[in-house]
């Protein structure tokens, strides 16, 4: 199969330019002005800006969590993602401490061979660290092309390692080429936080937010960025929501260290007022929880001053009957919200159209830079001769509304309820096949493809 997509402003994290594009197989063949190739089909892209297709590195599928499960699997997720642009997930394998990672590794398969409906790859999560899980640590990096390994610093109980495990793992991961990532607050402190409110008789949503006060993000993204100096391994911290957080990145800067940083959506866009809502606040429990005006404004500049690389969504859905677990206690409430659908087109409307960032910047950050820190470039996150044809096309002017009623995600409402956007997903490939068109999906479970990624090479 051939295709041409003609006419479209070609946009990549470092040019911008209008020209065609020739797509043979799964592969770009060539781009260029007036390309002189007939493909069995054309797409008209005129008046239409042409991105690689997003990688959203922080989602959770079908992810056992507090009690129950996150609603979108694999094939509601990734389809949902293409929808709105998102060609290609990172999701999160959790070991289960006290259990091997080739175990956590083979329930992922399950959940996900044969059933995604986009390209997708895998962060093991480790919760247990010890002598056995390092040599599983090698084997992943060396034979099963994950090369990425994600931390808590907190979900004490669960999900948390003590810094000595840290540092353990940081020494592994860095002597086989991999990137330590972390979610980086600080444990201890919130639990005593949120036991104290719980005694209080303080219970609702709000809580939440002021049981994770910014100081406890600053204090973790310091100790995790000292643990990555002290141990040389490449560092990267998800989801990042503050001034106190990216203040310790850049602190870090002055002695010539480099922390690799993603930020969400929700981060750039909400604010913690939304937790004022009584119940309805539960819809945005996440943690860490959403910040000021002052954070959003910190990260908007990060992402132009190259210290924030990523925007990701850390969609982790939940129905409405499954936030009620916490009606009358905010600590029950499952963590997160259902964003994978919408994050391209909302970082396109908030971000390029209301001038906060460049059109490179938006793809470096929802594309290329992900391709790049996570060992899958060039044939992810760019537009170029012999790279995967995951691209879409975005119409810049196109208005619409975010809803419920619309969107693709099996989550029974919307985080983001009558956003008024401006910019929309119109068509978009993956691996050389039409998977969206015309708000349809074209492409069935199965589709998807695990993508081995290869070491950590650094952003240069
Ligand atoms: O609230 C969140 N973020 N839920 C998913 C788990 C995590 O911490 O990323
Ligand atoms: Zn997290
Ligand atoms: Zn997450």
Known sequence: ??????????????????????????????????????????????????????????????????????????????????????????????????????????EWQRKSDGKAVGDYSYHMAVTDYNPST???????????????????????????????????????????????????????????????????????????????PEITEAEASGRFTDMSFYTGCPGYIVHMTCEGALDAVKRATTRNQKVLVETCIQYLLLDASLYEKNFDGAKWVMSPPLRKGKDREALWAGLNQGLVQVVGTDHCPFKWDQKLMGKDDFSKIPNGHPAIEHRMELLFSEGVNKGRISLNTYVAATSTNAARIFGMYPRKGTIAAGSDADIAIIDPDKEHILSVDSHHMNVDYSAYEGWEVKGKVDTVLLRGKVAVDGGELKVSPGYGEFIKRGKHEGLA
């Open 1 to 106: 199969m051939s295709i041409l997509i003609k006419g479209g402003r070609i946009v990549t994290a470092g040019t911008d330019e209008v020209g065609d594009i020739f797509i043979e197989g799964e592969k770009v063949r060539a781009v260029g002005k007036r390309l002189p190739f007939d493909a069995e089909e054309t797409i008209d892209a005129s008046g239409k800006v042409v991105v690689p297709g997003g990688i959203d590195p922080h989602v959770h599928l079908d992810m056992p969590f507090m009690g129950t499960s996150s609603s979108d699997d694999y094939s509601s997720g990734t389809g949902a993602a293409l929808h709105g642009g998102t060609t290609m997930v990172i999701d999160f394998i959790l070991q289960t401490q006290g259990d091997s990672l080739s175990n956590a590794l083979g």
């Open 134 to 212: 390092a040599k599983e640590v090698v084997k992943l990096i060396s034979e099963e092309g994950i090369t990425s390994f994600k931390t808590f610093m907190a979900y004490k109980g669960a999900l948390m390692i003590d810094d000595g495990q840290m540092i353990g793992l940081m020494k592994t991961v860095k002597e086989h080429g991999g990137l330590v990532t972390v979610h980086a607050t600080n444990g201890d402190m919130i639990d005593a936080l949120i036991a104290r409110h719980r005694e209080e008789g303080k219970l609702s949503p709000l809580y939440h937010y002021l049981s994770q």
